[in-house]
């Protein structure tokens, strides 16, 4: 992914440097406060970097004022500069710098750490959602308990639950457990994790009739949690299908040596996902 930064600062030749020697989507913008802003409003960066090099006072103040709107946007504050420069600015700004270069540095070990920090950052927002969505279905579903014991219709949700299967998917892509949510929506009662921690946690108090999970992901792998799932009696008779978009015959092999009950090979296909967990839970 290539990300958008907005510079600013009197450090020319590093901003030269980014913007003619990084993949960084680049824009400049002036010291005004205005323009500034503006650059935030409507360039919307991933990240601002100040490159400072004897600045002015003024300037200092109107960079830190800032503080407020990049919070706002959640747009990540980079300073690079030399030492003592940081450190000065560091005293005056305090918790206004995310992520502090200092100088001598290459544009490539300056490129390297904005892309490494921005993605720590990515990845902590998508799990932090998947465990939003995880949350927000088990309060929705609590939510629908004490309504139907309130009005009286206890057994008819016995009954429904009875009827409508649930089916845990585990899958370290978002979009992915999006996408299975979205195929099944319509026969099962679908919760994601976007870990295999996650999981294993929402089994310690909660049932499933069938797991769909995803054979490569990072932590815990699939095959890390599928041992797990067996070692406990609770969990240990649940159907599992392994998603994966591995098509090497012998990693194949392998998924096949735990005796899963099923695998499915990414891109997932809408009507060979739903015949699987039919032919298993109907």
């Known amino acids: 992914m290539r990300y958008k930064v907005l510079l600013a600062g009197r450090a020319k030749t590093v901003i030269d440097d980014i913007f003619f020697h990084t993949n960084f989507i680049c824009q400049n ?3 005004r406060y205005d323009d500034i802003v503006n ?41 690079i500069g030399d030492s003592d420069e940081c450190t000065n600015f560091a005293k005056m700004a305090y918790n206004v710098v995310n992520l502090m270069l200092t100088r001598p540095i290459s544009v490539a070990v300056i490129e390297g750490k904005i892309n ?8 902590k ?20 308990k004490q309504e139907e014991i309130v009005s009286g219709k206890t057994e008819q ?13 585990v899958d370290d892509d978002p979009r992915m457990l999006k996408l ?40 815990q792998n699939g095959a890390e949690v599928l041992q797990e799932l067996r070692k406990q009696k609770a969990t240990s008779n649940i159907p599992i299908v392994f998603l994966t978009g591995l098509d090497d015959i012998e990693k194949v092999r392998e998924i096949l040596k735990m ?3 099923g695998y499915l090979l990414k891109p997932i296909d809408h009507d060979k996902l739903v015949a699987a967990i039919k032919g298993l839970i109907g």
């Open 259 to 261: 005796k899963p009950q």
């Open 29 to 31: 913008t002036s010291m």
């Open 180 to 219: 299975v949510k979205e195929y099944l929506k319509e026969d099962y009662d679908v919760a994601t994790a976007i870990n295999g921690k996650l999981a294993l946690k929402f089994l310690e108090t909660k049932t499933t009739d069938l797991v769909l999970l995803d054979y490569e992901m990072p932590g």
């Open 39 to 79: 650059h935030v409003r409507y360039f919307q960066p991933d990240v601002f970097i100040y490159c400072i090099r004897a600045e002015e006072k003024d300037d200092l103040v109107r960079v830190i004022s800032l503080k407020g709107l990049l919070v706002e946007k959640e747009i990540p504050f980079v300073l």
């Open 157 to 169: 949700l016995e009954t429904l639950s009875v009827r409508r299967k649930h089916i845990l998917t």
């Open 125 to 144: 927002k998508e799990e932090e959602s998947a465990q939003e969505l995880l949350e927000k279905e088990d309060l929705e579903q609590q939510i629908l």
């Open 116 to 123: 490494r920090y921005l993605e720590v950052i990515e990845k």
